[in-house]
């Protein structure tokens, strides 16, 4: 176990070194500007393999629908859409692109970059912890380990505490500034899912014990019981996919609304949530789709994922049926087919093997 949590925090420090050096470093960053230039996909391509991908997975059955929450077992199964948002906001759709569903663990990354805006990256690290936990996404069992330390922004536990950090001296204050985040992140006014946000509320205890161990442990931040009900309504925000691509191209673009032009957090601030998103974003399967896919990437047990090229485009899919991990099947089989046929995956590196004959 003392292994395993070590070479977790091993990976963590070489994703983390990986995505910051290439952010910073100016030579590094020109070859890998250099090298994005010549492999930017042309429109006519995007839309043929967006089409194509959808058409592969259209009909695909597998896994089931989140059924803890019971208002997210009667979404119509069948849904799924794709979209593309790229860096000047043209936007490529396939599928049920204006259905609504809740954005629930998304909303994680938009309340951590939201704490990491106000408080700091040092103080998240430092309140919350950044490392990945290896435990399922609602465990009790990782905050008991380190006594409420070192867990992460996107595991149960860490949102429902990064939430408690956030600005606001009142539940009234806290949400105005969730909402307004998530509004400035999708670039419209989004609404809640009230269905889902009482049926959520209704059948949180777990949640609420997980919020009382944390406080046990003072790592809480505002009232605990305030707090899981400020993220479960924030986890019942009703977005649609193009909103998700949105979200995504946002953070794709630096943290800038690549439509509305609005600066909704710093370029530094999306630098650090995309490794927290590499190590964390699938629950305990991370490691398998970073392994797979190599983008930061975030799920939500209401279907949704999100996926972010840095500098380039916002990925979104949404279809309902989830793994045993409970990240959406077609979701994630559509991001990754996609990443691999648009050739986006930043970790495949074309050798230079220029002036090699001359050796
Ligand atoms: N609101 C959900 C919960 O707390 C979010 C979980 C998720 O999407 N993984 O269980």
Redesign the pocket.
């Known amino acids: 176990m003392k292994n395993q949590v070590l070479n977790k925090k091993i990976i963590t420090l070489l994703v983390s070194a990986a995505f910051l050096f290439s952010t910073n470093t100016s030579t590094f960053a020109q070859t890998v500007k250099k090298r994005a230039a010549t492999t930017t996909p042309q429109k006519g391509q995007i839309e043929s393999v967006l089409k194509e991908t959808y058409n592969k997975y259209k009909d695909l059955k597998e896994g089931k629908n ?1 059924d ?2 019971p208002e997210l077992a009667k979404v119509p199964s069948d849904q799924f859409a794709i979209v593309i948002i790229g860096p000047d906001g043209q936007v490529y759709s396939q599928g049920d692109v204006d259905a609504l569903y ?1 954005i ?3 909303s994680k990354v938009l309340t951590l970059a939201r704490a990491i805006e106000e408080s700091g990256a040092q103080a998240v690290q430092d309140k919350i912890g950044v490392d990945p936990t290896g435990q399922r ?2 465990s009790a069992l990782a905050v008991e380990q380190n006594k409420g330390k070192e867990l992460n922004p996107l595991v ?1 536990a860490g ?1 429902i505490a990064t939430t408690s950090m956030l600005k606001g001296n009142t539940y009234e204050e806290k949400w105005k500034n969730i909402i307004q985040t998530h509004n400035d992140f999708a670039g419209r006014q989004l609404e809640v899912n009230e269905p889902v946000y009482k049926s ?1 509320a209704a059948t ?1 205890q ?2 609420q014990a997980l919020a009382s161990l944390m406080n046990s442990f003072e790592r809480m931040y505002f009232d605990p019981q305030k707090s899981v009900d400020l ?2 309504k924030q ?2 925000i009703n977005i649609n996919t193009k909103d998700l691509a949105m979200i995504a191209a946002t953070l794709a673009n630096g943290g800038t609304n690549p439509v509305t032009k609005k600066k909704v957090v710093s370029p530094q601030t999306v630098a650090h949530v995309l490794p927290v998103m590499a190590t964390c974003g699938l ?1 305990d399967d991370s490691g398998i789709w970073f392994y797979n896919v190599g983008l930061p990437a975030k ?4 279907g949704g994922i999100m996926a972010i090229v840095p500098g380039q485009y916002g990925i979104a899919a949404f279809s309902p049926r989830l793994d045993e991990a ?1 990240n959406s099947i077609r979701a994630q089989r559509a991001i990754a087919d996609i990443v691999s046929k648009l050739n986006l995956n930043p970790y495949l590196i074309q050798p230079n093997t220029a002036g090699a004959a001359k050796r």
């Not at 799920?299 to 209401?302: D, Y």
């Open positions: 989140a803890y929450i809740s629930q663990s998304i996404f609602n149960n949102a959520e949180n777990h949640n993220y479960t986890c019942a629950y799920s939500g047990v209401g409970g």
